[in-house]
């Protein structure tokens, strides 16, 4: 329950900075923060993804990811978080990205998949990296280069076929963000390399991936953090899916939707893109584009009232797995009761975890990203 999460908070709260609590104790409904206390925190603040659908319903208007984030700052402080989400903070600033890749590996998996696009299409498709003076610096989730590697190639037919200069980064190659599910000093820290990236290379534009807290961290913090981006053309992060379809709106890609028939998509809204970054129209303007079957989840379960996949805000851990699949179900029954067969979302956790969910509750449907269906659409 929210209101028992937040509880945990007021608790110690009271005993230090009220009066009753300081003078009564427990009598005032106060406690200190004791190593039991500790566990309950870790416990419980670790049990919330920080989606924040409860504020959507809260009549209080009280922000539940908030709270959650002002317990795992102070528990930060004194070395309490999970091993996942230090883990990979600490390859995010050592090596650039959260899986860890180097640059040598980096390099060598666009190459890959470059060849891979011109055995497919004939075309010379690029996946530029480090190259000074494009016009698009394209930070997406690290996972788009080793395992979701039909969003990359979506992304790279994209720019080939817009005829748009861009380029990744080798230093700062991870738009995901795992500072926001510790603390706002790692939260700069990780956000900070996109910006020193940007400048790096010289480019106009910066361009997000396919990465729910990605584009939460980048369109609600990075100019308050580590601003103003006012060395770039455009100062604003775009999200792919904003880039995709300002082409698409001036007739700047040709498509062809039969490449996606049989397909009943249905949409997911990452609670981090929806909720918290008001990018929802988009994506289901690509899709209405690159498939003739898109159909809608129930009313009530999608935009600002969307489900969780049931593994954001660093719960996707295998020690939460328990956790992760009673936080997937809602999602779960919902795609199911739309009669789709494939579900599309541009989010990597979401895509993580929900094929994992399906297995789960004994259901199979292939996760894909919005930018895999608009690849195999574009016609080059």
Known sequence: MPVARAELLRKVYRRHFTAGGRLAGSLGAAEGLTEAVLEQWYTYFYQCSECRRCAVFCPFGIDTAELTAT??????????????????????????????????????????????????????????????????????????????????????????????????????????????????????????????????????RLVMGECGHAWRAAQAFMDTLNGPLDF?????????????????????????????????????????????????????????????????MHPDTIRQRTFCCGAGGGLLADELMDVRMKGAKPRVEAFQASGANCLATPCAICKAQLPVAFQHYGFEAPVVGVMDLLGKAIVL
């Open 232 to 296: 770039l053309e455009s100062p604003r992060p775009e999200h792919i899916c904003e880039f995709a379809v300002r082409i698409i709106r001036r007739g700047g890609l040709r498509l062809n939707k039969a490449v996606n028939d049989g397909l009943k998509v249905s949409y997911h809204d990452p609670c981090n893109l929806a909720r918290a970054g008001g990018l929802m129209e988009e994506p289901r303007e690509i899709l209405r584009a690159v498939v003739s079957d898109f159909r809608e």
């Open 71 to 204: 317990a795992r700052e102070v528990m930060a402080s004194v070395g309490v978080a999970t091993k996942y989400v230090t883990e990979v903070i600490k390859k995010a600033n050592e090596i650039g990205n959260n899986m860890g890749i180097p640059e040598a590996a980096w390099r060598d998996s666009c190459q890959f998949l470059e060849e891979e696009m011109k055995e497919e299409t004939g075309k010379d498709i690029r996946i530029p990296v480090n190259e000074p003076g494009a016009e698009v610096l394209l930070v997406p989730p690290s996972a788009d280069v080793f395992a979701n590697t039909d969003t990359m190639i979506g992304y790279a037919k994209l720019f080939h076929a817009a005829g748009v200069s861009w380029t990744t980064s080798t230093y700062a190659s991870e738009g995901g963000n795992f500072g926001l599910f510790l603390n706002y000093e790692q939260l700069q820290k990780v956000n900070k390399r996109l910006v020193d990236g940007a400048r790096q290379l010289k480019v106009k």
